[in-house]
């Protein structure tokens, strides 16, 4: 048993401080890494050469690449990536709308029943019949519109 065996007071205070910055520096040094190559791929304005030669610079020469990116490039790298999250939320926005009943409402369709039933484009008889499906589900407002040809 000639080994010698470590415990945890043989590692000073002062160095667990510096192993935990460095392997923060280090994360996040990977966080920036992967951060830039993909505002490189993001960006419509550069060519496919461009892109293709920013990114041979950056994993070839990794600190001054990505120094010379962020100098260069990196006040639009904000704006590109808030122009993304809005493009994505106006997305989900649309898709909820979507999916919560096309955006037209039975109100709406028999607001609009009722003007044309106002303006006598339709009978009150059209309009019964039409607020009826609109009612019961089974039909938007534009069924009327079969319903005006006769008049």
């Known amino acids: 048993m000639s080994t010698q065996m470590y ?49 041979l610079f950056v994993i070839l020469l990794p600190f001054l690449g990505v120094l010379v990116y962020v100098i260069a490039r990196g006040k639009n790298m904000g704006r590109r990536e808030v ?6 939320q106006e997305a989900f926005d649309s898709y909820i709308r979507q999916a919560a009943g096309g955006g037209i409402s039975s109100v709406d369709e028999l607001a609009k029943l009722s003007e044309i ?3 006598g484009d339709i009978t009150d008889d059209e309009f019964r019949r039409a607020k009826e499906l ?14 005006t040809s006769g008049h």
Do not use: C
Request: no cysteine; proline share 3%.
């Open 7 to 55: 415990l945890a007071y043989d590692y000073p205070l002062l160095s667990v401080f510096w192993s935990m910055l460095w392997f923060f520096l280090w994360i996040m040094w990977f966080i920036l890494l992967f951060r830039i190559i993909v505002d490189i791929f993001r960006d419509d304005e550069l060519s496919g050469w461009a892109k293709a030669g920013w990114l």
């Open 83 to 88: 122009n993304q999250a809005r493009a994505q």
């Open 134 to 147: 609109v009612l019961s589900g089974h039909g938007p407002s534009s069924g009327s519109g079969t319903a």
């Open 117 to 119: 039933r106002a303006r």
